[in-house]
């Protein structure tokens, strides 16, 4: 083992461990590079190999990457959204075109474990901070949401054709829909574990067409768009979910749409305006604080952004709301934890992830409808 290498591994979080991951490349192509990198390069790489076993795993798979984790000057700063997407819509594109679906998916997906591996890269050689990683967590859930959007969208219609509703005019039109990320995919606060929550609207009820139809006719019509639309949220999460053999995307969670589990996938702009006028609970208003428009088309994302803007900030708030809220802060209070882990559990302990993301939200729900300065999705900010 050379020098820097023998150095760095000393001073790791797991010196066994990183010894392992490091000796296991071997005589591979990778190894040549190995034994000529720098004191900061063999730095990243212990703690790359000590941290994560599976990031380690991953790399013995692609060894071609290791130049990417390496790239001590590359690692310094963030990725941009920007030059991220650049890179997709190179090849993304190219294959949308050829309508070459499975390739696409591949390329998407081994993208996805790639940038994790630089991400977790920076991360654990301590070159990231706190709010660039989930920043960069979360631009690379965007990006891959968006593409399988784009890519699903595009083999449904395929299949039956475009979506369109009528205008005041009684001139069919093409219907549009978008993707809304919650929690903490949609305040730009993804950690490496999380699912992605996310609700669907579309914009008009209709029906699809395989070609664009004539002034108030309906010959050659087939699925309503409700129908279309469900088939496509139902694409979307099994090409997000599939375990593939380039690895999976993420975990998708729909369960904080309207009715949970029992309403539908899709929704309408006027079904969304409705449930939240006449049903819309103290719950869904705090959830909302963080709806951000993550896929499809952004003018409807903004449209329905205004819908839900007075529901979500209201100027004034009722004795019922109040009443509300403190049922919901008594509910975590009283969560129930295994033995010794209610001081310790990050996520729902005192003091944890849960309860500072509560306090934050209903503090918004509160004053931000009188103080715009407090309308935003991400926690730190809003603190």
């Known amino acids: 083992m050379v020098p820097v290498w023998r150095q760095s591994i000393k001073k790791c979080a797991d010196p066994p461990r990183a010894r392992h991951h490091l000796q296991q490349f071997g005589t591979s192509p990778a190894a040549t590079m190995l034994a000529g990198a720098s004191i900061e390069q063999a730095r990243i790489g212990s703690a790359l190999f000590s941290g994560s076993a599976v990031l380690a795993d991953l790399l013995l798979a692609h060894p071609d990457w290791l130049s990417l984790v390496l790239d001590a000057g590359a690692l310094q700063h963030p990725r941009r959204e920007q030059g991220l997407r650049r890179e997709v819509e190179s090849w993304l594109g190219p294959l949308l075109k050829a309508a070459e679906y499975g390739g696409a998916f591949a390329r998407l997906r081994e993208f996805k474990q790639r940038e994790m591996l630089r991400i977790a890269a920076r991360d654990l050689a301590r070159l990231s901070t706190v709010s660039e990683l989930t920043q960069e967590l979360s631009s690379v859930a965007d990006i891959c949401l968006s593409a399988v959007w784009r890519l699903c969208s595009q083999r449904l219609e395929g299949s039956f054709g475009r979506p369109y509703h009528l205008n005041a005019d009684e001139c069919w039109e093409p219907a549009s829909c978008c993707v809304f990320g919650l929690g903490k995919l949609g305040g730009g606060e993804l950690n490496y574990s999380s699912d992605v929550d996310i609700i669907v609207v579309y914009s008009e009820e209709g029906h699809t067409f395989k070609t664009p139809p004539a002034k108030g006719g309906t010959t050659g019509r087939r699925l309503t768009n409700h129908d279309f639309f469900t088939r496509l949220v139902k694409d979307l999460i099994a090409e997000v979910t599939r375990q593939a053999p380039e690895g999976v995307l993420y975990r998708v969670d729909l369960r904080l749409r309207p009715e949970g589990d029992a309403g539908p996938l899709a929704r309408s702009l006027a079904g969304y305006e409705n ?62 934890l295994r033995s010794g882990e209610l001081d310790r559990n990050v996520k729902l302990g005192h003091g944890g992830i849960r309860e500072v993301e509560f306090i934050v939200q209903s503090q918004q729900l509160l004053h931000a409808g009188k103080n715009p300065f407090l309308q935003g999705a991400q926690t730190l900010p809003a603190l």
């Open 275 to 336: 449930y939240y006028a006449q049903w819309g609970q103290t719950w869904e208003r705090m959830m909302l604080i963080k709806a951000r428009c993550v896929a499809g088309d952004e003018m409807l994302g903004h449209e329905f952004a205004e819908m839900i803007q007075s529901f979500r900030f209201p100027r004034s708030i009722n004795a019922r709301v109040l009443n509300e809220v403190a049922s919901m802060k008594d509910r975590i209070e009283n969560e129930n």
